[in-house]
């Protein structure tokens, strides 16, 4: 008796050693946080820099052969106050240039920004500008010591108030390749009577509204 007892017990254990070694059910699955490098493309918001005309870092205000007042500031009441920097109308001719204009750089009235980009990306420039008139509706700028560009009206007669106005090339937006960290935007007098109120530099290439302030 004592040994079929025995041998039932060794049987359990063994058949328990059977069961604890053969084949188990497979693991539940565990699902692992994602990750964002296996999301696709990162999504870029746009980027927009404004720079306000009256914060400029250097200034040539006056033109060095003649002395003659090339830029100075200005102030009005638009809803609020508004500061600019305007060529004052008359000042092309005062400075002996009559109807020619020099290439730029060698244009009486500069100024000098300083901005900084977030990323490296292509961006537009815009500038919010009030124009004498048809004859007065053009700057010169360029960017980090590069090409010269204008910014100009669209021969309109008159021009009542600020508006945006972008920089092209043969009715084509100029775009500007820019590493993300500090640039340059310098701005030379191409005619007289212009006021400017504030670049704006971003990756949209769309003109903001005409009578936005801070798009």
Not at 28 to 57: H, Q, R, W
Not at 81 to 104: M, S, T
Not at 127 to 148: H, K, P, Q, T
């Amino acid at each position: 008796m004592r040994g079929i007892i025995a041998l039932v017990a060794i049987v359990a254990l063994v058949g328990g050693v059977v069961l604890i070694g053969g084949k188990q059910p497979p693991a539940p699955a565990t699902s692992e946080p994602a990750n964002p490098t296996d999301l696709g493309p990162e999504l870029l918001m746009p980027a927009k820099v404004l720079i306000e005309c009256e914060d400029f870092v250097s200034w040539e205000e006056k033109d060095p052969a003649k002395g003659v007042v090339a830029l100075k500031r200005g102030t009005m009441t638009m809803g609020k106050q508004v500061f600019y920097i305007e060529a004052p109308d008359g000042v092309i001719e005062q400075c002996g240039l009559g109807d020619r204009e020099k290439a730029p750089s060698q244009q009486p009235g500069k100024m000098k920004y300083e901005f900084e980009l977030p990323r490296d990306d292509t961006f537009y420039v815009f500038l919010r500008a009030w124009w004498l008139d048809n004859c007065g509706d053009s700057v010169y700028f360029r960017i980090d010591d590069g090409e010269w560009h204008t910014i100009s009206g669209d021969g309109r007669n008159s021009y009542p108030g600020f508006e945006w106005w972008a920089c092209l090339k043969t009715g084509e937006d100029v775009a500007f390749k820019l590493a993300k960290g500090k640039h340059t935007l310098e701005l030379n007098v191409k005619e007289d009577g212009p006021r400017f109120d504030k670049f704006l530099v971003k990756t949209d290439a769309s003109k903001p509204p005409r009578d936005s302030v801070d798009p």
